[in-house]
């Protein structure tokens, strides 16, 4: 998105989420991640 590498990113084509089930594994998968983490 800035032209350079994003540490701990993940880009998900738009051709593989062209099912809302398949977009919607994608973000539990990206939650799941986020509610793992430590608080800030």
């Keep these: 998105m800035t032209g ?3 540490r701990g990113w993940v ?7 062209t099912e809302d089930e398949e977009l919607g594994a994608w973000v539990e ?12």
């Design 4 to 6: 350079r590498p994003m």
């Design 11 to 17: 880009v998900v084509d738009g051709a593989a989420v």
């Design 29 to 40: 998968r990206g939650r799941a991640f986020a509610a793992g983490l430590p608080p800030k």
